[in-house]
């Protein structure tokens, strides 16, 4: 009978010091980390310098126009500025609550409008088919005619009960609006689940309630988060039509004024309070987004 040799076991080489310390760097990987921050600084130089001329040349071709001191006047006049800027900050406040409560009644009812959607069964047809019926029809009407036929066309109706205040009726109207883009986000991050973890939930025993709750809406939350933080950026641009229906926020106060003074340097100063209120909201949607891009390209769940 022949002998087998057993083979000796190479001893397997260690990357870890003893006490948990990682090994020094070797010289090859010292000159890729000076390689590449020598890199991003030359690239973070031409960026700089490549915007402030730009910044330059476009400031100097604005100013040197013939036209300039007459729009200087018109729309950047720093007297009016001040002058308006506490009635529009003031406007802006009745803005910011129609953002807040029509943020947190858009998620829910866009939830619940998609969670009837995915709706499975014949039983739940006529669900399906008011929910589509609502997502279609409000998807497709502009927002200012919504505004308008719920702000002038509810109080028309002279039903009691039926609220008169523009804050109540412009917040109904964007909430119908948005409810209807949030629910289309909702349904497909549900529906980016695979029919696999349904099934390996239901033969747990989950209901359908509890698979939703527990397995289902988790994940499609994770997935449609920078979607739906770009839908809060656009609404809180959208905010400001309420004042068609003669709410006085941030952009009626800036009418006002432009009525008063002839100078249409308010709108501005409100534009620029908008622009404040969407940046930090903008870039923390790019933040989420590339952290979601990361989290794919590595497989993680996390």
């Known amino acids: 009978m022949a002998l087998r040799r057993r083979r ?52 100097l071709a604005v100013t040197r126009s013939p036209g300039w001191p007459r729009v200087q006047a018109t729309f950047f006049s720093p007297s009016a500025a001040l002058d ?14 129609v953002l807040v409560v029509g943020g947190l009644l858009v998620l829910l009812v866009g939830l619940g409008t998609a969670a009837l959607r995915t709706l499975r069964g014949p039983a739940w047809a006529p669900l399906r088919i008011l929910a ?19 702000g002038f066309g509810f109080p028309a109706l002279g039903l009691q009960g039926v609220p008169t205040s523009p804050f109540v009726l412009g917040t109904a109207a964007i909430v119908l609006v948005y409810s209807a883009y949030v629910a289309e986000v909702f349904r497909a991050g549900i529906e980016s689940v695979h029919p696999s973890q349904r099934a390996a939930a239901r033969s747990l025993g989950l209901t359908h309630r509890q698979t939703m709750r527990i397995v289902v809406l988790p994940q499609a939350l994770r ?25 006085i926020d941030a952009v009626r106060s800036a009418q006002i004024q432009v009525g008063q003074t002839f100078n249409f340097t308010p709108y501005v100063v409100a ?27 590595s497989g993680s769940l996390l």
């Open 8 to 59: 000796r076991a190479r001893p397997v080489l260690s990357t870890v010091l003893p006490g948990g310390a990682l090994p020094p760097p070797s010289a090859l990987e010292l000159e890729r980390r000076a390689w590449r921050t020598r890199r991003a600084r030359r690239s973070t130089l031409v960026a700089l310098a490549s915007t402030l001329l730009f910044a330059v040349v476009a400031y």
């Open 223 to 247: 997935t449609v988060t920078p979607a739906l933080l770009n839908d809060f950026v656009a609404l809180q641009k959208d905010v400001g039509l309420i004042s068609v229906l003669g709410a």
């Open 84 to 97: 308006a800027l506490p009635e529009i900050a003031e406007g802006l406040l009745v803005n910011l609550q």
């Open 271 to 297: 534009g620029l309070l908008f622009v404040l209120l969407a940046v930090p909201s903008a870039r923390l949607a790019d933040a989420v987004t590339a952290r979601a891009r990361r989290r794919q390209q």
């Open 132 to 150: 589509t019926v609502y997502v279609d029809l409000f998807r497709g009407i502009p927002l200012i005619i919504v505004l308008y036929l719920v």
